[in-house]
C-alpha cells in the first residue's frame, strides 16, 4: 500500500513539473514594433520635411509604401499599436476616401491595442475622410489654402463634437483654430 502511495505521489509530482514546463511555454514575449514599417514611417515623413517638394514624386513614393504596408499587413506582419499607428500615417497621405478610411481603421486599432496612444492622427483621419466623401470635418485639423488667397479652416460641422472632446484627441479648440487662422495669415502677409 505504502508503494503505491508513493508511486502515485511521485506520478503527480512528475506530472505537475510537465504541466510547469509547459505552462511557461505559453508565456509571450512583448511583440516588438515592426521595423520595416519604422523605416517606411519616416521615409513618408521624410519627403514632407524637405524645401522645394516635388509633390509628383512623393505620390509616386507614397503609393509604394501604400502597397508596401498592405502587402505586410496581409502577412500579419503589423500588430503592435506603434504598427498601426505608422499604418495608418502612411494611409493619411493616400488622398482618396479608401486610404482615409484605412488611416482611420488603423487608428482606432493602434488606440485598442494601447490607450495611451496620441489620438491627433484618428481626428486627423476622420476630418479627411469626411471631406473627401463630401462632408464637413467635425474635430478641425484640416486647413486649406488656394494660390494666392488666405488660409481658411475647411468646412467644419461644429456641432457633433465639443471642445473638450477635441482637446481629448489633441486638436485646437473652436476659438483657438480660429486664431490660429488669422495667425497663419498674418505670417504670411509678413513674408
Not at 12 to 24: A, D, R, Y
Request: hydrophobic share 35%.
Amino acid at each position: 500500500m505504502k508503494t503505491n502511495l508513493l508511486l502515485l505521489l511521485i506520478i503527480i509530482l512528475v506530472s505537475c513539473n510537465g504541466n510547469k514546463e509547459n505552462n511557461s511555454d505559453t508565456t509571450t514575449e512583448p511583440i516588438a514594433d515592426n521595423q520595416e514599417l519604422i523605416d517606411i514611417y519616416q521615409n513618408d515623413q521624410g519627403d514632407r520635411q524637405t524645401d522645394n517638394i516635388n509633390w509628383g514624386e512623393v505620390m509616386v513614393r507614397d503609393s509604394l509604401r501604400r502597397k508596401r504596408v498592405n502587402e505586410l499587413l496581409d502577412s500579419n506582419k503589423v500588430r503592435t499599436s506603434n504598427d498601426y499607428q505608422n499604418a495608418a500615417m502612411v494611409f493619411q497621405h493616400g488622398g482618396d476616401s479608401t486610404s482615409y478610411a484605412k488611416a482611420v481603421k488603423f487608428m482606432k486599432k493602434a488606440i485598442e491595442l494601447d490607450s495611451t496612444t496620441n489620438k491627433w492622427l484618428l481626428a486627423a483621419a476622420t476630418d479627411r475622410y469626411l471631406l473627401s466623401i463630401g462632408k464637413p470635418q467635425i474635430y478641425g485639423t484640416q486647413y486649406i489654402k488656394m494660390r494666392g488667397e488666405p488660409w481658411e479652416l475647411q468646412e467644419i460641422d461644429t456641432t457633433q463634437i465639443t471642445d473638450a472632446e477635441r482637446i481629448e484627441f489633441g486638436v485646437e479648440t473652436l476659438a483657438q483654430q480660429r486664431e490660429k487662422v488669422k495667425r497663419m495669415n498674418s505670417e504670411r502677409l509678413s513674408e
